[in-house]
């Protein structure tokens, strides 16, 4: 494994509308509950300025550094990715400098030990040579203020095993690669609002077959990096039978081909614990943690 063993997202922390959420309890109740590895998702390019410098909130960044260190100290690793920048994805050489600037305020600032994820899901324009070329140039930015700090970069294609396909890394011998599985896509998603089409695909039942993960772990083992899943969940409008089979057979297959892993999430409507009740879904629990 990739040494970051089982984790959990805190989505909506730090990249949705709305106060930053985690608290010391958070960070305690994951640890206690079997967890080794929290992955904070911030959306950076909504608290940073337009044009040069491209200065980061002072509020905002503390907030996250705050977090990561606090998760630090509950024994914990912590992944600290920049997310939900669509705009770079949408017109790279036109936010390019922005997010190499960020990562260049980044790598000085975040707590020594944090692994940091280079961007979420690149998409759209951001493909092929394209993403090679500006994961090499942020990489390069993080090494300068570090040469040790573990780095996590994935595929294009939003972080499909398909994408590795395309990936070319520099030599590194501190990189982690990661993938996202959300497949069959039309079970995980089914009723999600966000997603033109989602409504029609309520129903859909998932027929227990292959995940499809081996692939991305045979490409690590060729190319000599560590695999993580960074993003694995179902949508709460799917049966939590349903939903937790799933889950379950997932997360024992990464760990069987030797990958570590994040649930997508904590508590949001893919959740696993239920912050109204302050309880884990006893199901979805019961799948990320038995043997």
Request: aromatic fraction near 12%; avoid cysteine.
């Amino acid at each position: 494994m990739s040494g970051l063993g089982r984790g959990i997202n805190f989505g909506g922390a730090f990249e949705a509308d709305g106060p930053p959420w985690p608290r010391d309890r958070h960070f305690a109740l994951v640890r206690d509950s079997g967890f080794a590895t929290v992955r904070l998702p911030v959306k950076w390019s909504a608290h940073a300025e337009a044009q040069p410098p491209y200065a980061i909130d002072p509020a905002f960044l503390a907030a996250v550094e705050r977090a990561a260190a606090t998760a630090l100290e509950h024994g914990l690793d912590v992944v600290v990715n920049v997310h939900h920048y669509d705009e770079l994805s949408a017109a790279p050489d036109v936010h390019a400098p922005r997010f190499l600037a960020l990562w260049r305020r980044l790598a000085a600032h975040l707590p020594a030990g944090v692994h940091v994820e280079l961007l979420n899901e690149p998409h759209g324009a951001l493909r092929g040579a394209r993403w090679n070329a500006l994961l090499a140039e942020a990489l390069a930015i993080v090494r300068d203020a570090d040469a040790e700090r573990p780095v996590i970069a994935g595929p294009a294609h939003r972080n499909v095993v398909a994408g590795l396909e395309e990936l070319e890394l520099p030599d590194d011998e501190h990189l982690v690669v990661t993938i996202h599985y959300y497949l069959p896509f039309e079970f995980t998603h089914q009723g999600a609002p966000w997603i033109e089409g989602a409504d029609a695909w309520r129903g859909t039942r998932w027929d227990g077959g292959d995940t499809g993960l081996a692939p991305a772990a045979a490409w690590g083992a060729a190319h000599g990096y560590p695999v993580f899943v960074g993003e694995f969940g179902v949508y709460s409008a799917v049966p939590m039978p349903e939903r937790a089979a799933w889950v379950g057979h997932v997360r024992r297959e990464a760990e069987r081909l030797g990958m570590s892993w994040a649930y997508w999430d904590f508590a949001t409507d893919f959740g696993a614990y239920d912050p109204v009740r302050g309880a884990w879904h006893a199901a979805l629990y019961e799948a990320l943690t038995r043997a």
